[in-house]
């Protein structure tokens, strides 16, 4: 069964840094996809980074581009999201997510909170 | 970018009604076309996948149809654990984008 964790959420202020971690387990990390995808309080979805199995294809949406980074770790079946210059409007809660086949995004992580407020 | 549309945003039903949702892509998707289930303070869930495409364990009263630049997601007989929003999402490319949704609630 896929299973993936989400941690490092919080609060923090405008202009600060968060990193967030995602640890997978029940299938074969490396050869999969991964992707974050956000969702503001009350809002609907929005996809925000994405990498490549092996780390060598990243790709971010425009809104954070610049300004957040996704790496992964393979050894240790992580992915990451290095979040800087944070702003109110990123306030959000965070899927981790697995691509399937294609880009279809099939399963996801329970979500991290990040509040950015001063 | 392929902007997503949905209709309704909000849909008042009874358990054991039939129950549509349209969902517009801003050019031609093919059938990379998915629909997600959420409910309050949970992740989204698949429900459908190349538009018509049943995921597994999904009730058979979930149906999903359309290609190019119009679908809709058909729940046959409306359940107490339906009442939920929906989503739908163009996977054309690694850059997804979802639909507004449509939040399903008791009439």
């Known amino acids: 069964e896929v299973q993936l964790l989400e941690s490092g959420g919080g609060l923090v202020q405008p202009g600060g840094s968060l990193r967030l971690s995602c640890a997978a387990s029940g299938f074969t990390f490396t050869t999969y996809a991964m992707t974050w995808v956000r969702q503001a309080p009350r809002k609907g979805l929005e996809w925000v980074s994405a990498?490549?199995?092996?780390?060598?294809?990243?790709y971010y949406a425009d809104s954070v581009k610049g300004r957040f980074t996704i790496s992964r770790d393979n050894s240790k079946n992580t992915l990451y999201l290095q979040m800087n210059s944070l702003r109110a409007e990123d306030t959000a809660v965070y899927y981790c997510a697995k691509y399937g086949s294609s880009w279809l995004i099939a399963s996801w992580g329970q979500g991290t909170l990040v509040t950015v407020s001063s | 970018d392929i902007q997503m549309t949905q209709s309704p945003s909000t849909l008042s039903a009874s358990v054991g009604d039939r129950v549509t949702i349209t969902c517009r892509a801003s050019?031609?998707?093919?059938?990379?076309l998915a629909w997600y289930q959420q409910k309050p303070g949970k992740a989204p869930k698949l429900l459908i996948y190349?538009?018509?495409s049943l995921e597994s364990g999904v009730p058979s009263r979930f149906s999903g149809s359309g290609s190019g630049t119009e679908f809709t997601l058909t729940i046959s007989s409306l359940q107490p654990d339906d009442f939920a929003t929906y989503y739908c999402?163009?996977?054309?490319?690694?850059?997804?984008?979802f639909g507004p949704g449509t939040k399903v609630d008791i009439k």
């Open positions: 990498i490549s199995g092996v780390g060598d294809f990243t």
């Open positions: 190349k538009a018509s």
């Open positions: 999402q163009q996977y054309n490319s690694y850059s997804p984008t």
């Open positions: 050019q031609s998707i093919s059938t990379y």
